[in-house]
């Protein structure tokens, strides 16, 4: 198993910018595709991007492409969601995600944390 534990959520302007960080236990870090996703107040949880385990293959949703970028570090255990551009319809929480298999893609993820809020405000 694998715990998550999401930090750097916050309150930001539109058009700025904002990292948030997901740390993960354990020694097998680098065996799991990890993936940002975000609940946004009264909707459903929709993926955001998803890496894969060299960090080479990656997945994003059209909303956020060109504006967000997803990276890991496995040397520190620890996957970062790099957000510029924002907008207040980026406001949720956002979730850190992990899962074993092969496919980069925003099914089936098995592991998650307990989100960070991120608020743009207008």
């Known amino acids: 198993q694998v715990q998550l534990v999401e930090s750097g959520g916050g309150l930001v302007q539109t058009g700025g910018s904002l990292r948030v960080s997901c740390a993960a236990s354990g020694r097998t870090f680098n065996n799991y595709i990890m993936g940002w996703f975000r609940q946004a107040p009264g909707k459903e949880r929709e993926p955001v991007v998803v890496?894969?385990?060299?960090?080479?293959?990656?997945y994003y949703a059209d909303s956020v492409k060109g504006r967000f970028t997803i990276s890991r570090d496995n040397a520190k255990n620890t996957v970062y969601l790099q957000m510029k551009s924002l907008k207040p319809e980026d406001t949720a929480v956002y979730f850190c995600?992990?899962?074993?298999?092969?496919?980069?893609?925003?099914?089936?993820?098995?592991?998650w944390g307990q989100g960070t809020l991120v608020t743009v405000s207008e």
């Open positions: 995600a992990a899962k074993r298999g092969v496919r980069v893609d925003p099914s089936q993820f098995e592991y």
């Open positions: 890496i894969g385990r060299s960090g080479v293959t990656s």
